[in-house]
């Protein structure tokens, strides 16, 4: 080969490479939700799951304003809920209250004899107060669930009157039976939040929460628990420094695909220097198991129609299932500002191997051009459904 020959040979590779890495994903950013790999699971897919390929395009305001990545749910509790015994309500439980106008609702579980307001008492020193020297807002089951509420059969609520948030215990005369009791102080000072540092994972992956308790008050002990749908609990190894605390636990990578968010409940005990009180703070994740993956996306240049830009959207099947992609188009504007053009999501049935899915942009209504990037790229396995994949810059496309 001559010198002449080697050097062409040499810039055809060298332009062949380039051209691979602008058509193909752009790395991963801190953030995004990317598989390692696909992963078969044994699943029926249900019987009414629709079968035949659906596509569905439309533009977007160049001036709608679209988060580069979904922000964090901060759970915020000024509350608590504690199994009580029938012998602890007998005697008087106490209530661990930091301000006035508690909300208070005592619901038996199903071996508990349902509670009746004759029989409440809030006990104070040697005062026995009855619901109506002591409570307002009574209301019990049906009440509640006109209200909204999804409450136990026998449910009983009320607010207590101001004056009572120190020092008061509830008593339930004829209690039977094991209850649940829910405290909330609208009108705290304290507030425990919670917040999982992303909102979905892959199994095998490790969820990271962050507690902090405002208010001035110290966390003495925290506790928590990561449950599954189908009501597998796995236990929290939290850490406090006293104003907060943090934790993780990790999900194990056998498990299986399920419909429903993954419940994170916390609790703290704590103290604001004059009496302990617990907060206890609820939030939801989604677990999701990567049956497919995106293996590629590059431009697709037989387009459906004139000012379309179309997307080809190489997919890895492991998991037989109904696969969606969806993302969102910016495109250039007079100014040279990347802006929204439009979004697009299309969805198809695949067995196992090799698929593609294109998305069709109808870029020329915005009127913007090139470079293009494509953006909030999802994959969803719509046999679940989950969310199995999310890249907020997956393709740049400079003509």
């Known amino acids: 080969m001559t010198k002449t020959n080697r050097l062409a040979s040499l810039l055809l590779l060298v332009s062949t490479a380039v051209q691979a890495q602008s058509a193909g994903l ?17 699943r029926t897919a249900p019987a009414a799951i629709e079968r035949m390929p659906l596509a569905y395009a439309q533009p977007l305001a160049a001036g709608e304003a679209l988060a580069a990545e979904p922000a964090i749910h901060r759970a915020e ?22 301000s006035a106008g508690a909300l208070i609702l005592l619901s038996p579980t199903p071996s508990a004899a349902a509670p009746d307001a004759g029989q409440v008492r809030i006990v104070r020193g040697a005062e026995r107060a009855t619901l109506a020297q002591a409570g307002e807002a009574l209301a019990d089951a049906a009440d509640l669930r006109a209200a909204g509420m999804q409450v136990a059969t026998g449910a009983l609520g009320f607010r207590l009157r101001d004056g009572y948030e120190t020092g008061a215990a509830l008593q339930l005369d004829g209690a039977r039976g094991e209850y649940l009791l829910h405290v909330a102080e609208p009108r705290s000072r304290q507030a425990l939040t919670l917040a999982a540092r992303r909102d979905t994972l892959h199994a095998g992956d490790t969820v990271e929460v962050d507690l902090a308790l405002e208010g001035g008050a110290r966390i003495g002990h925290a506790a928590g628990l990561l449950v599954a749908p189908d009501g597998t609990a796995l236990d929290l190894d939290l850490r406090s420094d006293g104003t907060g605390a943090r934790g993780s636990v990790r999900i194990p ?14 609790s703290v ?25 995106i293996a590629a996306a590059t431009r697709d240049d037989k387009a459906p129609g004139r000012g379309t830009i179309a997307i080809g959207v190489d997919l890895d099947v492991a998991s037989a299932g109904r696969y969606e992609v969806r993302g969102v188009l910016h495109g250039t504007d007079a100014q040279g500002r990347l802006v929204p053009a439009a979004a697009a999501q299309s969805a198809a049935w695949f067995e196992p191997g090799s698929g593609r899915l294109r998305l069709d942009f109808p870029a020329s209504a915005a009127g913007l051009n090139a470079p293009f990037e494509l953006r909030d790229l999802r994959l969803n396995d719509q046999t679940v459904p989950a969310l199995i994949e999310r890249r907020a810059r997956a393709l740049r496309i400079e003509r």
């Open 26 to 42: 752009l790395p991963a950013q801190p953030g995004d939700l990317v598989p390692a790999r696909a992963r078969a699971v044994d």
């Open 77 to 98: 509790s000024r509350e608590y809920w504690q199994r009580v015994d029938a012998a602890a309500l007998r005697q008087g439980y106490p209530l661990a209250l930091t």
């Open 253 to 266: 990578d056998t498990v299986a695909p399920m419909a429903g968010l993954w419940d994170l409940r916390t």
């Open 269 to 293: 005990a704590a103290n604001d220097g004059t009496q302990a009180f617990q907060r206890d703070a609820r939030t939801a994740i989604a677990v999701s198991v990567p049956t497919a993956r």
